[in-house]
């Protein structure tokens, strides 16, 4: 090795690279904006929509959205497609929506009902389409797709959604940056351990603040992380999943990994959605059930909007100073900059997830850049898509003297069974995993 | 005609089109500057004028007002031509104002009383000279005019100041969009119908909910809309005349249209001053009389500095919630963007006027660019200019049952007699009209 | 001379020059901005710096500033080497900094102390260093080098720091505009006549109100203007100096020069440091003693963080409608625009010391651009650097009756009595000066 750097360097160090824009912007036309324009996108929870229309903001396009007087949702671009003024003033109607300024009445999917005053048989009626999307409402989360309208694909539904004697809370929160640095934080295990356990103080549960073995894996939905680590005489293995091209499913938050248990499902599901190339809104759910939350830590009453019941995730929780006494994720993604700089980072063996993510993106993109279909997630014969999120604990045999290679052996047992059973139903997938992991360290 | 258009086309109509710059931009040297700068323009209200220097904007630049010591008043560059600090610190003077950095003093022409502390004798009395404009109080408003010197037009009276019994209040409102959006409103009948009696309920007078045979009409200021209409058993005939550049008369706000009368004149004469390219604001006469307001709806109480009293015109008078239930000009005309962009517009047969307006306005631009000098208005030897804004209600022979051609002619009568009469005092033009329109159907 | 401008020139005075960029932008590679980066620049007062790290800003770079469990001050660029996140969150250590998304950990010279969860062996080590700069705690103010290492200067300490029965308190003022225009108005004393005494009324000394004869003179130091007046029977010299590339030494704020002395020192030692282009940060100390305040008129209590205790410095002590009544250097410079324009000036005899002061900084940037060693103050043997910044008071000799060549004439003794000094310690140094000048009118 050679010797280390001299100090104060300071004055070398004033690059000024720009962001990578393949991965990070997402407006129309953007080659990451055509890609996430390829999938269902949450737009906003279903408890934000009154009756009156909602301003929203996706992937950089101003639109409006609202529920008709028969029920239905619609999705239009916000400016009318007449004279330009805003549908979020406009008049809910029976069916559809009228623009405020001359009355033009559109359908739901855009088309035109009636262009005010203009006479029925105007050849406007033949030319004026206002720009929608198809949306799709889904346990309290409102989906759009704002893709090519022939290349729409079916509406995903998640095995993880489908968890026994389980409660669900919808949320959705606002961080002012790209939406990169918030999605890959879910493949960046070691953060947990600095940024939640040993710069803060233990944010989450004790155990994840435990050195750990991590392994990354593709998946059919994307990559998962596999964390195994020593809790006393257990040995946890945790996988995380990226559902590209920009969902996650996180376990426990507050798991101690106390006793033995397989195929434990996620405590949240949840979607990193680019409102612009610089705010991202995390739209998803929270689940609530005993067997991920047996100490009862869990707060469902501070699920909602712009708020959740773990620290650091929202601007408006602390003030200044608390939030440098004990800064969470929200701090540490927010200050890499409103687009973080790829070119100015010096990424180490433990940004090997990180890599792998913006790589598996990169792949995508291109791939779709060159012409070819999207990938789309596999029912495989089952009524939703398998998922690879979960926590399996053993009892270790010999107590904790087991090596690193052995713990990695086991992490990549538990990833094989998670990845054999996934055309199973749960029940049988729990079974297969902890026949499959159980008394074979 | 072919098949309408599929829905769902959000995808493909996610345009770049960029405004019209030719029409919205308003800075020195731009053809539609150049334009409003040849004519007298109101900069402010006189009773925003103190004892201290006003900071205002005009046409995208920097300016300062003041009223000096001997009542005169000076309107100049705001930035010092010494060193450049704001004349709205600066001290005012018996005669002019007094720079407050280094004390040089300048005439409310803009030409150097004293340069602070240089010697009387200095070259620099030969060679600085303060940007300055010519300004002209009339009726409570402070008038400039930005062009070039040798081509300051007289200052422009209108026969509708001298209405008999009548009061006057000065009011001002600012609007956070382009000008344009703003005047072509008043030549956009249409809207009437829908955002001021559809969308948002009643917001002015009942009759002009009513649909209305419309048709346009130059004139030697500029163009006018006629609006014809049944109302019971009378025929309603509005005209709404533009005075180019941006001048708009307006007529009663809660006109009902319940009895014969002829050329009864406007309830508002203002401006839509451009402050810049996305800041326009409002600055013109209320007037009352009982003619106008036989029932008192009028409330000169709140008319004034970003206020008036009719629903919609400002920013601050609703919350956010409520301008969405029952939305104004202020919602419709700011919604459709900083500068619309007229590019992405569908326009319809209801836009006639405001594509016809656009057309006006261009043509004057390019004639102004051309070398010609620009359209001035004419005297015709009275004491002030004839406008062109009416109501005129006959009792309609037969009721109700006429054709939409008997009121479209009716209209095209009652527009050619305010024409016709233009030479006229007011009040053997008003009996002209009322002599050409009825009785003759 | 020629007849002066006509008036009404408005239309012909609407230029669109820029700042000059090679004087105004200091961020990094700019010309004026490696000229800055070539001496010491006061970055906070100690007093700011608590247990938290402090998010500073200098010359256009976004910095972290902290003082360490060891008591030692860091100065590290703002984002982490690693993935960006700001050290601003960072924990502070023992020794360096922590950061909290993945604990790498930074000595305060910011080479790598551990990469978090890297290998000690990882050749991250090897590679990565956290752009940093030195930094010089001294008098309560906490100075940093951000130039090329290898060129850094012995701190500099002046003469004044050493007043006898002298209080001293440190204050810090942001003015939003670009550091020159600040800076250059410790060069025009012009404007102390007309900004603090005729536009004003009274703000510092009656004295400083009287006209003066000015001259300039370059120093070793950069430059002085040396104000010479009569003030009843005395006549008063002030020299008030600039220490380039942006300190400035200034003399009793309440000066009434009522009797006779020589040499006295000055109330402030500041500097102008250029945050960015358009927002500048004036550091420095205030000097209280009885030689310099024998009214009693100086308030310590009032100076500290935007706080001083003459008036017209701030933006918050005032309301805009009292700034406009009485305004000050804080109304004066920053009304200059966000960057002053120098191509729209006119520029006239009393600009002499502000042309002069650009020319030299010019010449310095220059200087430094063509590769030569910037210049750095000289100690001359002595155990600080003398400066030139006094207030010399002699009776006169006939009263007021003497001509502007007599008084010019005696101040340019004073000067070069306290030019010719410089390498006298302080006492033997004010016998010197009182020696030459008095009775010697």
Redesign the interface.
């Known amino acids: ?14 690059g000024t690279e720009q962001e990578d824009a393949e991965l990070t912007h997402v407006g ?2 953007t080659p990451c904006g055509e890609y996430m ?1 390829r999938y269902w996108q949450p737009v906003a929870m279903s408890e934000e929509l009154g009756e ?2 909602l301003a929203v903001r996706l992937l950089g ?1 101003d639109l409006v959205l609202y529920r008709d007087g028969s029920g239905n949702l619609g ?3 916000r ?1 009318c ?6 549908l ?2 406009g ?1 809910i109607a029976e069916c559809g929506i ?1 623009c ?4 033009w009445h559109y ?1 739901n ?4 009902i009636s ?5 029925p ?14 949306v799709h409402e889904h346990n309290d989360i409102i989906f759009a797709y ?4 022939d290349a729409i694909p079916a509406f995903p539904v998640y095995d993880t959604e489908f968890m026994p004697d389980t409660e669900r809370k919808t949320f959705s929160i606002t961080t002012p940056c790209n939406w990169l640095q918030v999605y890959e934080n879910t493949q ?1 295990p ?2 947990v ?3 939640h356990a ?3 103080g233990v944010q989450f549960g004790v155990a994840s603040g435990v ?1 750990q073995i991590i392994e990354y894996q593709e998946t059919p939905l994307g990559m998962m992380n596999i964390q195994t680590r020593h809790v006393g005489e257990h040995v946890w293995t945790r996988t995380t999943d990226s559902i590209l091209p920009n969902g996650n499913q996180t376990g426990a938050i507050w798991e101690e990994a106390e006793e033995a248990k397989s195929m434990q499902r996620c405590s949240i599901l949840r979607w990193m959605v680019p409102v612009d190339d610089t705010t991202t809104r995390t739209i998803g759910w929270r689940f609530f059930n005993k067997r991920l939350d047996p100490r009862g830590q869990d707060n469902p009453e501070l699920v909602g909007k712009e708020s959740i019941d773990f620290i650091g995730q929202t601007a408006d929780e602390r003030s200044y ?1 608390e ?3 004990q ?1 969470g994720d929200y ?3 927010v ?3 409103p687009i ?2 790829h070119a ?8 090997a997830g ?1 890599a792998r993510l913006r790589r598996l993106i990169r792949q995508n993109i291109r791939h779709l850049s060159a012409g070819h279909d999207p990938h789309r997630p596999d029912f495989r014969g089952l009524p939703f898509i398998s998922t690879y999120c979960q926590d399996t604990v053993v009892q270790w045999p010999g107590g904790e003297a087991s090596t690193e290679d052995d713990l990695r052996a086991h992490g990549r047992r538990v990833a094989k069974a998670v990845l054999d059973s996934d055309h199973l139903e749960p029940q049988p997938r729990e079974r297969f995993v902890e026949d499959e992991v159980t008394d074979k360290p």
């Open positions: 090795m050679n010797s280390p750097p001299q100090g104060f360097q300071g004055y070398f160090k004033t129309p036309g324009r009156l229309p396009e999705l239009l671009h400016h497609a007449h004279r330009g003024a805003s979020e003033y008049i009228i405020c300024y001359h009355g359908a999917d855009g088309t035109l262009a005010g005053s203009e006479a048989d105007s050849p406007i009626h033949g030319r004026v389409v206002q720009g929608a999307y198809p704002l893709g090519p309208p960046d070691i953060h351990l600095h940024l040993r710069s803060s050195d100073e939030a440098q006494r800064p701090e540490a993604q200050s890499q900059r973080a700089i100015l980072e010096n990424r180490a063996s433990s940004d990180v």
